[in-house]
T-cell receptor
Framework: AQSVTQLDSHVSVSEGTPVLLRCNYS??????LFWYVQHPNKGLQLLLK??????LVKGINGFEAEFKKSETSFHLTKPSAHMSDAAEYFC?????????????FGQGTELSVKP | DTAVSQTPKYLVTQMGNDKSIKCEQN?????MYWYKQDSKKFLKIMFS???????INETVPNRFSPKSPDKAHLNLHINSLELGDSAVYFC????????????FGPGTRLTVL
């Protein structure tokens, strides 16, 4: 069975400071891992994905995440937060061999950015 | 230019009514999905269709019936609406496979009174 745990339901940072959103996963198979972002009253947009290539994955808007198999983690980071980064962030796992494409979502982390 | 579109964006209705939500994608994907996002923002897959064939059905009540007339459309019909059906419903599409990015529609906020 697969599962995802986002360790913080809410993170607050000041503009210009680093962002760290934590995610741990559990998977019986080789996982694909994703981070999606949801701005208020909007759909979800893919930030980045890991699918077995480089363990450090770079995404859009300056975000990156590192796949650490030994720690079963896939934390999302950004060196310097911007006001426009305020949103809900979802860590997502999928079985890489899953032809059904079923995504398992974490509970979400709300990121607030203070001026 | 819209990749995945849903209609309507908002849907307010009384308990016991039947309603439909439509979804269309113009990305040429072969797989489409319905997700439900509850009031705590938790997202859970409901259904997945590949080339009009149902491949995932996540123990959703029989009152929910997806219909895929072709691989670019996946509609969601809900019978006998209940208060607990109030949520945001997202349609998504992708190429089949667990590696692939899913593209999400803007969501339909359903409120059952």
């Amino acid at each position: 069975a697969q599962s995802v745990t986002q360790l913080d339901s809410h993170v607050s940072v000041s503009e210009g400071t680093p962002v760290l959103l934590r995610c741990n996963y559990s998977s019986s198979y080789s996982p694909s891992l994703f981070w999606y972002v949801q701005h208020p009253n909007k759909g979800l947009q893919l930030l980045l994905k890991y699918t077995s290539a480089a363990t450090l994955v770079k995404g859009i808007n300056g975000f990156e995440a590192e796949f650490k198999k030994s720690e079963t983690s896939f934390h999302l980071t950004k060196p310097s937060a911007h006001m426009s980064d305020a949103a809900e962030y979802f860590c997502v796992v999928s079985d890489r061999g899953n032809q059904g494409g079923k995504l398992i979502f974490g509970q979400g982390t709300e990121l607030s950015v203070k001026p | 230019d819209t990749a995945v579109s849903q209609t309507p964006k908002y849907l307010v209705t009384q308990m016991g009514n039947d309603k439909s939500i439509k979804c269309e994608q113009n990305l040429g994907h072969d797989t489409m999905y319905w997700y439900k996002q509850d009031s705590k923002k938790f997202l859970k897959i409901m259904f997945s269709y590949n080339n009009k064939e149902l491949i995932i059905n996540e123990t959703v009540p029989n009152r929910f019936s997806p219909k895929s007339p072709d691989k670019a459309h996946l509609n969601l019909h809900i019978n006998s609406l209940e208060l607990g059906d109030s949520a945001v419903y997202f349609c998504a599409s992708s190429q089949r496979g667990g590696n692939n990015e899913q593209f999400f529609g803007p969501g339909t906020r359903l409120t059952v009174l």
